[in-house]
């Protein structure tokens, strides 16, 4: 049988790296999205299963839950990448900021998470939900107070549920810093960024698909926050 994962935020970077790698490794890619992009179109004619979903909308997420249960029999993994990037100075204010990137970061992937736990459990096999938190979830940021607190609920989430699930379902965290610089970033900012950790280098998209590969192929791994910074923690 083919292995089906779902994988939220396939729109670009990360999310869109990780989707169009498990097509190529012979999954059935489901994918979220909140704006639409060219890749999403590519990825669809791929074969990918494209759902547009606002993570800050709770409705949506459930809606989104109810039609997963009832078009597919089983799931093999769920990696929560869809992010929500806010600072503390965004014009929505202080009270809507740590709303938004708390329903993004913590209250969607609870829902998914529990909806969506009777396909991962289908089946005499183990199965895996990761998260993909942040290197702040451990450091906290003076400039991204709210997104900082929302990646440290989800590193939480990974204990409470990886107790709760298993031994049926692995569920685990990957932790990243600088994965890969935006265009447009000018050669200051990427310099200073590169001299934050010990190996002072861009680790790219394969970083996190090598990260992901490992804890899918790991039959004793769960409830464990998997780091990928460049011995920042060290600096």
């Known amino acids: 049988m083919q292995p089906t994962i779902l994988i939220t935020g396939v729109g670009k970077r990360i999310g869109l790296y990780l989707a169009n790698a498990f097509i190529e490794q012979g999954y059935q890619v489901i994918g979220t999205f909140r704006s639409h992009y ?23 997420v459930e809606d989104f839950i109810q039609i997963i249960t009832q078009k597919y029999q089983q799931l093999d993994a769920i ?16 009270s809507e900021i740590m709303s938004q990137v708390m329903q993004v970061h913590v209250t969607a992937p609870y829902q998914i998470n529990l909806g969506l736990a009777p396909l ?3 089946g005499d096999r183990l199965s895996d939900i990761i998260h993909l938190t ?17 990646k440290a609920a989800l ?49 790219g998209e394969i970083e996190v698909l090598n990260a992901v590969n490992y804890l899918l192929s790991s039959h004793y791994i769960t409830g464990r926050s998997l780091a990928l910074d460049g011995g920042r923690h060290l600096k």
Do not use: M
């Open 38 to 60: 060219p890749s999403i179109d590519a990825l669809s004619e791929l074969g990918a299963d494209l759902y547009c979903c606002d993570f800050t909308e709770g409705e949506q």
């Open 79 to 94: 990696i929560h990448n869809a992010s929500l990037w806010l600072t503390d100075d965004n014009p929505l204010g202080a």
């Open 120 to 122: 991962l459990t289908k």
């Open 134 to 150: 942040d290197f702040v979830a451990q450091k906290g940021s003076s400039k991204h107070i709210a997104y900082a607190a929302s």
């Open 155 to 203: 590193e939480n989430l990974t204990l409470s549920f990886a107790a709760k699930f298993a031994p049926k379902i692995k569920v685990n965290s990957i932790a990243p810093a600088l994965i890969c610089f935006n265009e447009g970033d000018d050669e200051a900012y990427k310099q200073k960024a590169l001299a934050k950790s010990l190996l002072a280098r861009e680790a």
